[in-house]
């Protein structure tokens, strides 16, 4: 299996250009489904999930053609409404394929994606969602068996947690459904917007994406468009910690320095300058890292979830107790026993993690539980005395297109081993 190995402590310099968002380009592949014409995405990542739905793609007859980070599609003659188990339980988020296929065809049967690394990840919002709009599903042996006997029609959906995947579903199955969709309680998320923006392009009728209500009026078919995926804010939020947490300054190139506002005052409040420009930024670490006093994860324009095991190894580094409430997921602190075998000061009770800083980190093995916990592991790597092998890196290449070029390019110590 594949492995990283750090030298540290290590010292960041230069620029890194950020890759396109992984969320976006997912339910962006699965969104093409609903094309009777050509498709093409550029700045798509390229990860481990990217390839798995280009497959899940093909498997449903669609004409997929990659050349780095484009991607082509052809959605004209799909041959299938099914997702082979493999590939769904490969990718969790695969889910997002349901309301595209529904869309589609008026059929879809897929595998249960289930609980995974992060508790349990339940799909009821997008079923409930789905079933208002005519769909009529049964579960069977682990499998979804949906169908819309008479197609799928508007209704008034209000979600009782502003799902990113369930909003994402909905949009998908309601640009082409009878009728008009009022989604109330959506996801704000930046990548939201990047379906929204890309559906509309294509021919859908969406309206107040970004906001809290949606409304979406059925079209009768969508066209093809031509599409730039936006910069992964994840991605950014991780380089960002590295460069603070190994005291580097470092410019991150090609991001959207807006999608970031809920992570920049972090930043500051560790003492870091930032400077922003349209598309780039400039970090410039104190002498001292401060606390951070709390990080709550909360949905956007909250602080991100997928962003707190990278903060957090950032933390090991801060002058005093900085504060973590988890509040997405139940189960998001698999980091932090490995965070400890590294020599941070970690307390974990429920919800909430307390961090004392700062720590002199020694480099041993650890283990990636999961994509974001991973990269954690390499930021407190990049500032630990000695080498740190990073093991189970499949879940960071899940999120982070070869994260030891670019973190090499920066200047660290960082090699895949084989
Ligand atoms: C997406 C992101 C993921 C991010 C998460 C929260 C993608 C591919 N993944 O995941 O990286 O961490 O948003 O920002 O975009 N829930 C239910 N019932 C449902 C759906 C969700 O109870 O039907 C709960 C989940 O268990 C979780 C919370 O809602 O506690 C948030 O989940 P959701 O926003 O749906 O996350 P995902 O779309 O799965």
Same mark, same amino acid.
């Given at each position: 299996?594949?492995?990283?190995?750090?030298?540290?402590?290590?010292?960041?310099?230069?620029?890194?250009?950020?890759?396109?968002?992984?969320?976006?380009?997912?339910?962006? $592949?699965?969104?093409?489904?609903?094309?009777?014409?050509?498709?093409?995405?550029?700045? +798509?990542?390229?990860?481990?999930?990217?390839?798995?739905?280009?497959?899940?793609? /093909?498997?449903?007859? +669609?004409?997929?053609?990659?050349?780095?980070?484009?991607?082509?599609?052809?959605? /004209?003659?799909?041959?299938?409404?099914?997702?082979?188990?493999?590939?769904? /339980?490969?990718?969790?988020?695969?889910?997002?394929?349901?309301? @595209?296929?529904?869309?589609?065809?008026? +059929?879809?049967?897929?595998?249960?994606?289930?609980?995974?690394?992060?508790?349990?990840?339940?799909?009821?919002?997008?079923?409930?969602?789905? /079933?208002?709009?005519?769909?009529?599903?049964?579960?069977?042996? =682990?499998?979804?068996?949906?169908?819309?006997?008479?197609?799928?029609?508007? @209704?008034?959906?209000?979600?009782?947690?502003?799902?990113?995947?369930?909003?994402?579903?909905?949009?998908?199955?309601?640009?082409? %459904?009878?009728?008009?969709?009022?989604?109330?309680?959506?996801?704000?998320?930046?990548?939201?917007?990047?379906?929204?923006?890309?559906?509309?392009?294509? =021919?859908?009728?969406?309206?107040?994406?970004?906001?809290?209500?949606?409304?979406? !009026?059925?079209?009768?078919?969508?066209?093809?468009?031509?599409?730039?995926?936006?910069?992964?804010?994840?991605?950014?939020?991780?380089?960002?910690?590295?460069?603070?947490?190994?005291?580097?300054?470092?410019?991150?190139?090609?991001?959207?320095?807006?999608?970031?506002?809920?992570?920049?005052?972090?930043?500051?409040?560790?003492?870091?300058? $930032?400077?922003?420009?349209?598309? %780039?930024?400039?970090?410039?670490?104190?002498?001292?890292?401060?606390?951070?006093?709390?990080?709550?994860?909360?949905?956007?324009?909250?602080?991100?979830?997928?962003?707190?095991?990278?903060?957090?190894?950032?933390?090991?580094?801060?002058?005093?107790?900085?504060?973590?409430?988890?509040?997405?997921?139940?189960?998001?602190?698999?980091?932090?026993?490995?965070?400890?075998?590294?020599?941070?000061?970690?307390?974990?009770?429920?919800?909430?993690?307390?961090? !004392?800083?700062?720590?002199?980190?020694?480099?041993?093995?650890?283990?990636?539980?999961?994509?974001?916990?991973?990269?954690?592991?390499?930021?407190?790597?990049?500032?630990?005395?000695?080498?740190?092998?990073?093991?189970?890196?499949?879940?960071?290449?899940?999120?982070?297109?070869?994260? !030891?070029?670019?973190?090499?390019?920066?200047?660290?110590?960082?090699?895949?081993?084989?």
């Amino acid at each position: 299996m594949p492995r990283l190995k750090i030298a540290g402590p290590c010292r960041l310099q230069g620029e890194v250009s950020v890759q396109g968002a992984k969320n976006s380009a997912l339910p962006l $592949l699965a969104a093409s489904i609903l094309c009777r014409e050509e498709c093409i995405l550029h700045n +798509c990542p390229q990860l481990s999930d990217v390839r798995i739905s280009t497959e899940i793609l /093909r498997k449903l007859g +669609c004409r997929v053609l990659s050349e780095r980070d484009t991607i082509c599609i052809d959605a /004209r003659e799909i041959s299938s409404f099914q997702i082979p188990d493999d590939l769904m /339980r490969e990718m969790r988020s695969s889910i997002i394929f349901l309301g @595209a296929i529904l869309g589609r065809t008026g +059929c879809a049967v897929l595998g249960f994606p289930g609980g995974c690394e992060l508790g349990p990840r339940p799909i009821d919002l997008h079923l409930e969602a789905l /079933r208002k709009m005519g769909a009529s599903i049964v579960e069977d042996h =682990g499998r979804l068996l949906c169908e819309t006997p008479t197609g799928l029609h508007g @209704a008034h959906i209000a979600l009782s947690f502003p799902s990113v995947g369930a909003t994402e579903n909905v949009l998908l199955a309601a640009s082409c %459904a009878k009728g008009t969709t009022l989604l109330e309680n959506a996801a704000h998320e930046p990548e939201i917007c990047d379906l929204a923006d890309f559906l509309n392009s294509c =021919g859908a009728n969406i309206r107040g994406a970004g906001g809290s209500t949606i409304e979406i !009026e059925g079209v009768e078919q969508l066209g093809g468009c031509e599409h730039w995926v936006i910069p992964d804010r994840i991605a950014a939020a991780t380089f960002l910690a590295a460069g603070a947490a190994t005291y580097s300054t470092i410019t991150l190139r090609d991001i959207n320095p807006q999608h970031l506002a809920p992570i920049w005052p972090v930043f500051e409040e560790a003492g870091c300058d $930032l400077t922003l420009f349209r598309d %780039a930024a400039v970090l410039v670490p104190p002498k001292k890292l401060h606390r951070i006093k709390h990080i709550r994860t909360m949905p956007y324009p909250g602080f991100p979830t997928d962003a707190q095991a990278p903060l957090m190894a950032m933390t090991t580094q801060c002058q005093g107790t900085s504060m973590f409430v988890e509040n997405i997921f139940e189960s998001r602190y698999k980091h932090v026993g490995e965070l400890l075998r590294l020599g941070a000061h970690i307390r974990v009770d429920g919800r909430v993690a307390v961090v !004392e800083g700062p720590s002199k980190l020694s480099g041993t093995t650890v283990e990636a539980a999961d994509l974001r916990g991973g990269a954690a592991l390499v930021v407190a790597g990049l500032a630990a005395f000695g080498e740190t092998i990073v093991e189970e890196i499949h879940h960071i290449d899940r999120g982070y297109e070869a994260i !030891e070029r670019t973190l090499g390019d920066l200047g660290a110590q960082i090699r895949r081993l084989p």
